[in-house]
């Protein structure tokens, strides 16, 4: 690891031009999908000059470098079936990611919801096994909480709960 002080004093970063914000993003996106919102981020970081940061993701995104909809798809994709999120999540995520809510519902729209809701029972017959509950009632609560903070509306979770557990 570098040192990155001399006599204890932190070494301060030189900020990036735009020419070197470009190589750095095109470089970045070459090896993993990169949002519009991640890009200003990073330029924002890398202390380059706010009014060259929209030419800047404009030419990343006229060479196909940041596409925000190819992003999205692969976000969704990735979450949904590696994560095991549900689509509340996904969305939140990709707005806090600086997506359009026009491409996150497109991007949504793939989910299929019997593979979503085959997945959420098998999660939360695996929470069921390791989760502590008096009763019946106790039990349903948890799994719904748990399921809900996985990303997936109440109706999915509360079917999901049904099929697993015995109702009162």
């Known amino acids: 690891m570098r040192d990155t002080t001399i006599n204890n ?7 990036k031009s735009a020419a070197q914000a470009m190589q750095s993003l095109m470089r970045l996106c070459a090896r993993a999908e990169k949002s519009s919102g991640d890009a200003l981020r990073l330029m924002r970081g890398w202390g380059v000059p706010e009014g060259e940061r929209e030419g800047v993701l404009a030419k990343l995104i006229e060479q196909r470098f940041i596409d925000d909809k190819r992003y999205a798809e692969a976000y969704v994709r990735e979450k949904s079936n590696l994560a095991g999120w549900g689509a509340r999540k996904i969305a939140f995520q990709l707005r806090q990611k600086g997506i359009d809510k026009e491409i996150i519902n497109t991007s949504l729209a793939s989910l299929d919801g019997d593979a979503q809701l085959a997945q959420l029972t098998a ?6 096994r390791t989760t502590k509950a008096v009763n019946n009632y106790e039990l349903r609560g948890k799994l719904l909480r ?3 903070g996985l990303g997936f509306d109440y ?3 509360r079917s ?3 099929k697993i557990t015995p109702e009162e």
């Open 160 to 162: 999901a709960i049904d």
């Open 9 to 15: 004093h932190p070494r301060e970063k030189k900020p």
């Open 123 to 128: 999660k939360l017959e695996r929470k069921m």
């Open 155 to 157: 109706e999915m979770t």
């Open 146 to 148: 748990y399921g809900m």
